[in-house]
């Protein structure tokens, strides 16, 4: 029977090989890409399909045939013929997955008789070779027929070994010889190139490995999809009936750009698409399947996608599959409300509440808690469960950053600001220190203060309770100020992580995170959140708002603040750069920049500190092109 697939139309078809010791996750992988090609890939099956000698081989044991009663000469014979006459079997479809290919059996033989007749690696792979050699030329043809693709456990045979054997719930003595001799004979045929493409699956979750499975196949036909889920992180949201979790789920949304989608939608999606009619009548193995399914399906229709949150988790075992598929893709989180406050916010009543929490806690929700990333305790106002949904948005997309430090001397302050500052952090980080953090920001930290025009701009970390002493302190070390402009701004760690904070000021960490603004001092192992760079551009906006606004504010006053026009001025000079991905910390770079951009005369720039006329031209400049980007109005 010929093959329906070979035309000059389509791609011709192709089959690959999943090889590997037990436990690797062979079928898992070709179960999860089968069902993800849907018609243009098919799975050929167990070998014992293949010939009809396994059905009484199975009566009787097949254990005990395959280690004892059978001669090796027919264990030998009946592989290779099961190889073999799968090999011819026509195809189905553009793509068809085999369990085991053409090398595996080579391997098991040589394993097999490795046991039964006690020999090493060498001898096995000899006897094997002479076991198989009738048959030679004919799986020498099927092998070259197929795109070999083996999974191994790691590099190391005995470890290998030792990782097959421990997802079995009993082990003979037979059995665990075999498997040492199949993971040296399987590494050796690796070595001697039979397997083109080797993945080593380490610790790694099933949907990295599937990543890197498609990653590999993709170039072999064009209905292999080319990722599974890359760089998507899922939120998942569990927790008894009205702890919170839709309003977890909006929230994560609308502030952070989570794609929100039902589980109830996922698994009927996916098992529609697979002809399944009642899926919840399935194991939660297959219900995690098929949530990973549908999301895979979405994230790649949308491509631009990088954080979904799905909800609710209702069931303890599917949610325990869903982990160990997805893994570090994956957080858990579990709203975790009194009964009191579930019931009051309720709308159907205490005992619509009730029902609802009596399904759920028979398919195992209540668990969940035992296996989440983050308990969240919303008894509490919304605010509270927004910042705990911000530290956890957060905390992968921002990095955390252990930061180095510079000494006083080195940012070229005048000795007085020197002095004031190496005395302030004397006082403050002492054997119990009462910060986390100082840094030098503005024109200070970039070697640009200009005495009598700059202010000396301090960043520090601490808690609330040091407030009290380091007033105390400021108020003592005022004087050596020398009448310049203190501005002062103290956050929390929590703050930082949450994201609670000013855009200016979370452009002061992305500044510390990349190490383009160094701190003075630093408690030891103190890490704090890099935020990223689209974050940054993206927040500067409301700031570039009020430049403008404050730039016609000052414009309209009779005699305006120079000082304040200026910077002000530069600021919106800046945010207009970063939007282009151009950073200049510098005010008057920031301005010589922008000007000659938009082919403007720079000269006003040298001038503008002193004069008003020219400060008040530069920051018409400034201001004009900020509004050439909105759109003009129609009349």
Known sequence: MSSPYNSDTYPLPVSVAFSGPDNTGKTKQIGILARRMGPAATSAGPLDHYDPRWTAIKADGMARWWFETGPVEEVADVLATSYLERSRHPFSAPVRLLDRGIPM??????ATVAVRDDLDAAQAADRARLLLAPYETDLRAAEESEHAL????????????????????????????????????????VVEGRFPMAIRISNRPTVAIQDEVRRRLAPLHPDVPGRALAGVHVTALGGMSESGKSTAGEYLRTQHGHARLKIGYLIEDAAGRAGIHDPYRLGSVVQAELIVDALDRFCQAHHFLDSVSIESLHDFDSTTELARMLGPHLTIAYLDASEATRTRRGTAGAQDVADRDLVKSARGADKIVSIAHEVIGNDGPRLELERRLDRIALNRRWPEHQPSTMPVNALGLPVHLESYLAEFLDRTTGLRPLIDLLAVTGSGARGKYQHGWSDLDVLVVADTSSLDEMRQILADLET???????????????ECRAGAITSRLLHVLALIGSGSLVPLWSTPGLALPTPDAATDVAVSLRDGIQAAIEIRRQFLKGSPDLRALYKVTALLAKIQLRFGGIECPSDSDALTVLLDATRQDTSLITTARTEPLAAEALALLVLQAWLDTLPGETR
């Open 480 to 494: 050596e100020l020398g009448g310049v402009k203190l501005g002062m701004t103290v956050l929390t760690r929590a």
């Open 150 to 189: 083996v999974l191994l456990h790691c590099d190391d045979p005995e470890e290998g070994t030792r990782r097959s054997l421990a997802h079995e719930v009993t082990v003979t003595d037979i059995y665990a010889a075999y498997q040492r001799h199949l993971h040296e004979q399987i590494h050796r045929l």
């Open 105 to 110: 059996l080579e391997a098991s033989v040589a």
